[in-house]
């Protein structure tokens, strides 16, 4: 049950990737954006074991991208809310429907389509650049070490190779 | 070991969940967005079982995000490429990593910056509506039924609560 964890590589991909857990952790938030809450909805909708959806929520609540919050006093009864933070997972869901949508669509097309409400248009996630705005592009990205790159990795010599120096020492 | 199947899930987030199965698949992608094309130097990086590597690296494969190209003949040896299904996958791992740089780093900051080659500056990925440009946001995007979403479904309450009707039927 127990795996290698990933929380500690110096790498938001795998950070993130060790958050998620398995692939019923995006689909959990994926309702709570269709505006799911209770622990009930969740499992009728996604249909998985009731234990299953208990570890994926407490998970997603120790992490903080969702907030148990009563709503109920006798019995006490808890639903969970979307925080800022798991909010802000909101794209990434849009990226993975946009590359599903276009890879994994059958021959009729998309099961759903998204329609931009501040537009009015039916849409597609496009993943740009916050600076100059064009589509972030495969091998148009270089990595470069950050600030919060490990110093007892930035002189290992495959690091440097894929990294280069760190910026300040150069 | 067997798992519930989403690949027919109406959603192109299950789908494609269903595809990546764990959090090994995304960094396997990751390492061949970096280059690394061989099962050794995938090994090497990643740290990971021999065995899960291979599953990892054929279910990629079979799904066509990679391709097994042979490099040397005698003993006949393959690389595996990135193809265009694989390619297209980069602007799921930047919003990914824009999330995780935001969300999971310590107080030095990110581990890794990326720097747009294109326009030269230090970036993070933003998931903009391809029609009017603007951040796609929690709440302001509504799902409609797509023209892949299967009929039997269709006239489901709760699906027709969360989806409305067809657009082709109203």
Redesign the interface.
Known sequence: MKR?S?AH???????????????WT??VL?EA??GVRRFDDFQH?LG?ARNTLTVRLQRLVEE?LLERVPYQQRPERFEYV?TD?G????????????????????P????????????G??????????????????G???????????ERLAQRP?VRE??GARPDSA
Chains 1, 2 share one sequence.
């Open positions: 290698t990933l590589w110096p790498c938001s991909i795998a950070r993130t990737m060790d958050l998620l857990g398995d692939w995006p689909l994926r954006f269709y909708s998985l903080g979307l933070k909010r802000d997972f909101y794209p990434v869901l849009m990226a993975l429907t946009a590359w599903g949508d276009r890879w994994l669509s059958g009729q097309g998309p099961p759903v389509t998204l329609r931009h409400e501040e537009c248009h039916t849409t597609s996630a496009v993943v740009v650049c916050e600076h100059c705005g064009e589509p972030l592009k495969a148009a990205v270089r990595g470069e070490m950050g600030p919060g790159f490990p495959d894929r990294f």
